[in-house]
């Protein structure tokens, strides 16, 4: 294994970004006939299924909540989408994501509008190369606004990260796997509020500082792209002739 | 933008101030701004704001006329999917038969259409539908269709506009269900005509003069018929 590998060469990073530069991502919205509303995203080398079913009658009964709706997103890696076979299934990792991201969407749907009904979320990893959660994140919140469920904001996620001793956006595998510190964020582009925060690793209060303050320049850059691709899907929709 | 296509408009979408318009429906109000909640169509006026939804599912109203599917029959009550998000309480003093207390079987059962009014939704969304009212009844025969419930409106067209075309020109008796559901009952070729119709309505929802552009279309291929 290699371990004195170099993260950064003269400013440029191993996939030759800048260091405050995201990796390519290609959103479409509305790929399944099926579900709701869907999306699928690819973020560098993630590729990303999103599938919302719902609002509809939550079971089992003891779940449903008589005010509110409750969101269930599951979040699950498929067993090819990492160099070793994955174990298919939940296990601890995406349970806890799942988790977060359930939390996360719970604050923008208008969960008030649906009492006593679900409103389940998929989120299949077909592709994994780091930041899978915030690239799931990414997609289900486009699919929720394609599934035309009343939302406070379009949810956007985004991480920042620690290498070579310096802050840098959108960390990529190698960068997660060698690098010091990793920061996925989840924002409310809108307002600003913060969804999703975890941190994995060590950065001091100004490196923290500095990465959440490019974590969120990320997001409203992907922000921008999720729009587009809701628009360019509904647009199309409206020039058949 | 031309008037040719209607402006359409995302989540958090910023409309308007309070101050100077009031808010409608698809639409909310934080700290004196009004946003859109929906994807949906815009429809402004100078007094006022409302997104028409352009997706999602079918949010029942009392006397709403729908098309249900039942699930279960139980002892004194029959549950039916009328495509909401909660399935609908049908109840036995709602129907039209004399119903024994457990022989609810013999009258509707799992699987059975029936067309049905909206009679009750509670605070809690609890939905509950009759079939007595004029012309409701169990459904034998003829097509169901489903289709994207807010696109319904368009389909009926202004009073009624392009459900009695359809009805004229292809002789075909049709129901349209509020939640999005569309039962179609005549000949072959009719009901072929009517779905096709429905479909390409569904496709261009959007447009304006729609019901002239359908109507114009329904008499060329009533031509080549005759």
Redesign the interface.
Known sequence: MKTDIKLIQDGKRLDNRRLDELRPIKIEAGVLHRAEGSCYLEWGGNKVIAAVYGPREAVPRHTQNPLRAIVNARYNMAAFSVDDRKRPGPDRRSREISKVISEALENIIIVERYPRASIDVNIEILDAEAGTRCAGLTAAAVALVDAGIPMKDIPVSCAAGKIEGQVVLDLGKDEDNYGQADLPIAISPRTGQILLLQMDGHLTLDEFNQALDLAIKGCYTISEMQKKAIMEKYQKVEEVK | MTKE??E?V???QLLGDVKNKKAGR?T?V?KGKI?A????VLNASSEHVDVI?????YDPVQQDFVIGIIIEAMQSSWLVDINA???ALLHVNEVPWDVDFGETEKYLNTGDCVMAKVSQVD???KLQITLKDRNLYKVKGGRLIDIEP?KVPRIIGKKGSMISLLKKYTGCRIFVGQNGRIWIDGSYEGIKKVIDTIYLIE??S??YGLTNKIEDLLKINAKEVH
């Open positions: 296509q209607r359409i995302i989540p958090s698809g909310f934080e946003y909640e929906i994807l949906g939804p352009i997706k999602g599912r998000a909660y399935p605070q809690e969304k807010q496709k261009k959007l447009s």
